[in-house]
Structure formats: C-alpha cells, structure tokens
C-alpha cells in the first residue's frame, strides 16, 4: 500500500462528514431561514444579508473552537429561531425592532454563559413546555405542503413524491433532494431575473431598535427555543459520544457571534443539534481525537457556502411564495414530531405541555406579543395551579418530569 494511501483515512473520511452536514444542514433549511427574515419585515438584500451573516458566522466560529478544544464543535444557525420568526410575522418597528431582538437574545445567550445561576435557571425550564411552544410555532408551518397540493399540485406534488420516496431510501438527503426540486420548479416556472448566476451577497448594516413587543415577542421566545431545541440537544449529541466541552464559553462564544452578525441582519447560531452527530459519531472518524477535522471541514465549507448566500435569495424571492413554504413545512414536519413526543411523554405536564401547544399554534397576538410567548406563560401558570392543588390536596411529591433526565 502507498504512503498516501495509508494516510487517506486520516483526513479524507472526517472531511467527507464535515463536507455532508454543511451541505445538509444548508440545503435542508436556507428556505426557512429566508422565510423568517421575510416574516419580520427584511427586503430581499436584507434577507441575503442575514444568511451571509448566520453562515460565515457559523463557519468561522466552528472552525476555531473545534480547532482549539480538538473536539467536533459543529455550529449551525437556529432553524426553530427562524421557524418563530415565520410565526410571529412583522412586529411593531419592523425589521429593525426584530434585528434590536435578535441583539437581546444573543446577550441572554452570553449571560448564560457568564452567570451561571441564570444559566440553572434557563435550563430549569420545564423541557415538556419548550417542547410544546416549538410544536405549536412548528404546526402551521407543517400544514403548507397539504395546501400547496391542493391549491399548485403542478407545482408542488413533484416536490412532496421526491420528498417521500428519497425518505424512504435514504432519509438524510430527503430535503436536500426537495430543495433540488423545487430549483428545477422554478426554473421552469418562473421568469428567473438576469444575473441570478452571479448574484452575491452584500453585507447592509441594520440600525436596531428596541421595542416592548419585539423583545417579549421574539427576544425571549428566540432565546428560550433556541437553547431548547438546539444547544442543548447539541450537547447532549456531544456528551453521547464522549466529549465534555465547557459549557460556558461555548454560549458566551455563539451569543457575541451572534450579536456581530444581528449587525448585518443574522439571527442566532448555535450548537448543531441533527448534522452535529454526522460529525461527532463513529461515522466520522474511528479514532474520537480525529473526529474534530470533521467539523474543522464542516466550517470550512459553511464559509464557502455563504458566498452564495445571494443566488439563494433570488431563488427565494423569485418563487411563489406556498412552494417555498412547501419545502419549508417538508423540513420541518421531523422536528414537529421530535417536539410533540417531547411535549407529552411524561405524564405530570401533559396537560400544561397541550395548554402550551395550543395557545402557541393559535396565531394569538395580544398587546403586539406573538403567541409563543404567551403559550409558554399559559403552559407554565396551568403547570404552577396544578402543582399547588396537588400540595393543598395533600397528595404525593411530584416527581419530575421523565423527559428531563438526562437532557
């Protein structure tokens, strides 16, 4: 055998899988993350700019802090985050108040990292009840491929048969395969603007405000999703395949990356939860210590992707609006499941987890504030009247919840 053939495994399997979760945790969810910044008022070079943002931010971040650690710190953008967005549409102030909320939720993020008692406190959250908020914000967004069917089947039928059929066979490349559909869609559809080949992102400063409604509405509902449903699960993906990385700075890290990129529209990055085993796991890499040139790879390729963080605009912008939330619904109808088997597998939040999901799928908006805020309040006043009829009645501790071991 060659020298360079016994060498090859070293780098070429980790960077394979470094190079496999930047395109799938790109493909799978770019459209959603353009959506979301659509929702909350970002013109189309806004929207570009934002994903330029959220990618090089990821990228760079992931490189270094895998490099430093030597262990596989994959980033990605939170796809819940822009899910929220979506849901929560356009609040007072505009785009800008929404860019004023992203900067709060990034300096809750580094706050958690630095105070240690909030960061108890956050992770004290009741995962049932988080659970149910990112379901209920999940839900409408997961019924637009049923009505894209029934309204643009032409359109959208060949995107949901590729879609299932690719999930049967191999499950990882079903919404890539989608997204590659729905390009073809549209290029045959739709009169594509001159120059999409060339288009490339421009970074355009955003000047943030700060605004009751958007803080409550996004920053703390962003916040609190993001560091459920990504972090930790990101760290849980971590500590499953033997690495302990300090939790601290890994949240001051990914809260002032975030902050930096909110400047030019980005939202909030975070620990890759799904694509973070691609890196993490056997697959790999045997050897654990070479595991980090996957994410290593996976950055590097994140960097590059963002430059055509513009081409994927145009093709967001360019296409009818259901048939991307057709896509968008397609990758997101996992994580609903993922979020409802979370919500109601343990029995003593059952009731508050579906008060919650409700409240938060029902489009409510009161004094200006969405309705995953107030699902949450919803959920965990039901979850405090219960638990104090219980000690009047003089009944039985309650234990904890079962679905908050070991999270």
């Known amino acids: 055998m060659s020298l360079a053939a016994s060498r090859s495994p070293t780098w070429v399997q980790p960077v394979f899988s470094g190079l496999l979760a930047s395109v799938v945790g790109f493909a799978s969810s770019f459209a959603i993350v353009l959506q979301g910044f659509d929702a909350v008022g970002a013109t189309p070079d806004q929207a570009a700019s934002g994903l330029f943002a959220l990618t090089l931010g990821m990228g760079l971040l992931g490189i270094v802090l895998s490099l430093v650690w030597k262990m596989p710190i994959a980033i990605a953008w939170s796809t819940p985050g822009a899910a929220l967005l979506i849901a929560t549409g356009t609040v007072e102030g505009g785009f800008s108040a929404a860019v004023g909320a992203f900067m709060v939720a990034a300096m809750l993020t580094v706050l958690a990292g630095l105070w240690r008692p909030f960061g108890r406190a956050v992770a004290s959250i009741p995962m049932p009840l988080a659970a149910a908020m990112l379901a209920g914000i999940l839900f409408n967004l997961c019924l637009a491929p049923v009505q894209a069917v029934a309204e643009m089947p032409m359109l959208a039928l060949p995107v949901v048969i590729v879609w299932a059929l690719t999930l049967k066979f191999a499950r990882i490349w079903a919404v890539p395969a989608a997204v590659l559909v729905t390009v073809i869609v549209i290029a045959l559809s739709t009169d594509l603007p001159s120059g999409l080949l060339t288009a490339s992102p421009t970074p355009i400063l955003v000047m943030p405000s700060l605004t009751f409604d958007a803080i409550i509405g996004i920053a703390i509902p962003l916040f609190v999703v993001t560091m459920a449903s990504q972090n930790i699960p990101g760290l849980a993906v971590l500590n499953t395949n033997g690495y302990r990385p300090a939790v601290g700075p890994i949240f001051i890290s990914t809260g002032l990356v975030s902050g930096i990129g909110a400047a030019i529209g980005g939202q ?117 009247v219960l638990d104090g009829a219980q000690t009047k009645t003089g009944g039985p501790k309650d234990r904890p919840d079962e679905s908050m071991k070991d999270r």
């Open 268 to 384: 909030m990055i975070n620990l890759a939860a799904i694509t973070a085993a691609l890196c993490a796991g056997p697959d790999a890499h045997p050897d654990p210590a070479k595991r980090y040139i996957a994410a290593v790879a996976g950055g590097a390729f994140y960097v590059v992707l963002a430059l055509g963080a513009g081409l994927a605009a145009a093709l967001v912008t360019a296409a009818p609006p259901l048939l991307i939330q057709t896509v968008a619904g397609l990758a997101l109808v996992g994580s609903l499941a993922s979020a409802l088997i979370g919500a109601l597998e343990g029995e003593r939040l059952r009731l508050p987890a579906i008060l919650t999901f409700i409240t938060a799928a029902s489009g409510l908006t009161l004094f200006g504030i969405g309705a995953a805020f107030w699902g949450l309040l919803v959920g965990g006043a039901m979850m405090l």
